[in-house]
């Protein structure tokens, strides 16, 4: 049985959904992930074939033995702030001649750090990586910019788990079409819940519109305090699903956000969607007027707008964009995502 090892920071569910599919076709996965200060908390499923490992108990010594023994076909390494694993990466490269891929969702914006990235990719980041695996397009430009080659860069990173969020039923709400606005995601400034919350507060007649908010992180006491919005807890996927099938419309105002797999999430479960251009997965996911409304980043006026044109809109166009936004989500899915990853093994 072939081998693929994993280094990565956190583990999030759309990782696991592309695990799944290498699993299934064969493919044994040894996944070190860091298991401190970890923002999300998330366990990850039993999955056969499918090991986790955490970081903190191997040294690097003990992480490049590991890996040597196992003697992958490829190796997937999440960024370059690890140091650790940036040095495993290039010895693995040099000793083992396999493919290392590095999963990169940064959009190129032109800042100092990542104007000197480029700088010294050439002796600090291209001898660890063979390839970059990019989501969408804004993040192939910085691949491109960190002198990667058109061959060597990869499409697809990041998918939705489709099949589970497409258990929302969208027929369901042609009779009573939910009213209820959703935002799921970090409770922090740059997902714009200021915009977000300004907003929502200057509408007006919002003819029986809520605005439901899931998530944690530091600003949870303080959007709590707001007795208009309802604020929950992070939750798993399944709950998740149950909450769009009671939604609407779903909203991420965020002011940086390199991709959002979540935008791909809620679209499969076909709500229609309002976003910032900040979004990366915009790009994708959301054409502005067919399945939800892109708003500029930062603008609460603008979002106050967009909120109030879906508040408006009939519930027959409601279901139209609906099942517009379930289209588009099939763009990706955890089987291309995994076959693009494969690729490297045949190039």
Same mark, same amino acid.
């Given at each position: #049985?072939? !081998?693929?090892?994993?280094?990565?920071?956190?583990?999030?569910?759309?990782?696991?959904?592309?695990?799944?599919? *290498?699993?299934?076709?064969?493919?044994?996965?040894?996944?070190?992930? =860091?298991?401190?200060?970890?923002?999300?908390?998330?366990?990850?499923?039993?999955?056969?074939?499918?090991?986790?490992?955490?970081?903190?108990? &191997?040294?690097?010594?003990?992480? +490049?033995?590991?890996?040597?023994?196992?003697?992958?076909?490829?190796?997937?390494?999440?960024?370059?702030?690890?140091?650790?694993?940036?040095?495993?990466?290039?010895?693995?490269?040099?000793?083992?001649?396999?493919?290392?891929?590095?999963?990169? $969702?940064?959009?190129?914006?032109?800042?100092?750090?990542?104007? *000197?990235?480029?700088?010294?990719?050439?002796?600090?980041?291209?001898?660890?990586?063979?390839? @970059?695996?990019?989501?969408?397009?804004?993040?192939?430009?910085?691949?491109?910019?960190?002198?990667?080659?058109?061959?060597?860069? +990869?499409?697809?990173?990041?998918?939705? $788990?489709?099949?589970?969020?497409?258990?929302?039923?969208?027929?369901?709400?042609?009779?009573?079409?939910?009213? &209820?606005?959703?935002?799921?995601?970090?409770?922090?400034?740059?997902?714009?819940? $200021?915009?977000?919350?300004?907003?929502?507060?200057?509408?007006?007649?919002?003819?029986?519109?809520? =605005?439901?908010?899931?998530?944690?992180?530091?600003?949870?006491?303080?959007?709590?305090?707001?007795?208009?919005?309802?604020?929950?807890?992070? @939750?798993?996927?399944? $709950? +998740?699903?149950?909450?769009?099938?009671?939604?609407?419309?779903?909203? *991420?105002?965020?002011? /940086?956000?390199?991709?959002?797999?979540?935008?791909?999430?809620?679209?499969?479960?076909?709500?229609?969607?309002?976003? !910032?251009?900040?979004?990366?997965?915009?790009? /994708?996911?959301?054409?502005?007027?067919?399945?939800?409304?892109?708003?500029? !980043?930062?603008?609460?006026?603008?979002?106050?707008?967009? #909120?109030?044109?879906?508040?408006?809109?009939?519930?027959?166009? +409601?279901? =139209?964009?609906?099942?517009?936004?379930?289209?588009?989500?099939?763009?990706?899915?955890?089987?291309?995502?995994?076959?693009?990853?494969?690729?490297?093994?045949?190039?």
């Amino acid at each position: #049985m072939k !081998s693929i090892i994993y280094l990565y920071t956190e583990i999030m569910p759309y990782q696991v959904n592309i695990y799944r599919v *290498l699993s299934s076709m064969g493919f044994s996965l040894h996944v070190f992930y =860091l298991d401190k200060h970890i923002q999300t908390p998330y366990n990850p499923p039993f999955i056969a074939n499918v090991n986790y490992y955490q970081k903190s108990k &191997y040294s690097k010594k003990g992480l +490049l033995n590991f890996i040597q023994d196992i003697n992958p076909c490829l190796m997937v390494v999440c960024g370059w702030f690890d140091k650790d694993y940036l040095l495993v990466s290039k010895k693995i490269r040099s000793r083992l001649r396999i493919p290392v891929v590095c999963p990169i $969702d940064t959009q190129f914006l032109s800042t100092p750090k990542q104007i *000197l990235g480029i700088l010294v990719s050439k002796f600090y980041i291209k001898p660890c990586f063979s390839h @970059m695996w990019v989501p969408g397009c804004r993040q192939y430009e910085f691949a491109r910019l960190l002198g990667y080659s058109k061959k060597k860069i +990869l499409f697809n990173s990041l998918s939705a $788990d489709n099949k589970l969020f497409n258990e929302v039923c969208i027929e369901s709400k042609i009779k009573d079409y939910p009213k &209820y606005f959703l935002f799921v995601g970090r409770y922090n400034k740059v997902k714009g819940l $200021d915009v977000l919350i300004s907003a929502w507060n200057k509408i007006e007649n919002k003819k029986g519109w809520k =605005l439901t908010l899931i998530g944690n992180g530091p600003l949870k006491d303080e959007i709590s305090s707001n007795s208009e919005v309802k604020v929950l807890d992070f @939750m798993d996927q399944r $709950d +998740l699903v149950f909450h769009a099938q009671n939604s609407g419309c779903f909203v *991420l105002p965020s002011t /940086y956000e390199p991709w959002a797999v979540v935008l791909q999430e809620f679209a499969a479960a076909g709500l229609p969607i309002i976003c !910032s251009d900040a979004c990366g997965a915009s790009t /994708y996911f959301v054409e502005n007027g067919y399945n939800g409304y892109i708003f500029e !980043s930062g603008n609460p006026e603008e979002l106050q707008k967009r #909120m109030c044109m879906i508040i408006n809109e009939s519930e027959e166009h +409601l279901i =139209l964009m609906s099942e517009r936004s379930r289209y588009l989500s099939h763009r990706v899915t955890p089987e291309i995502s995994a076959m693009s990853l494969l690729s490297v093994l045949n190039s």
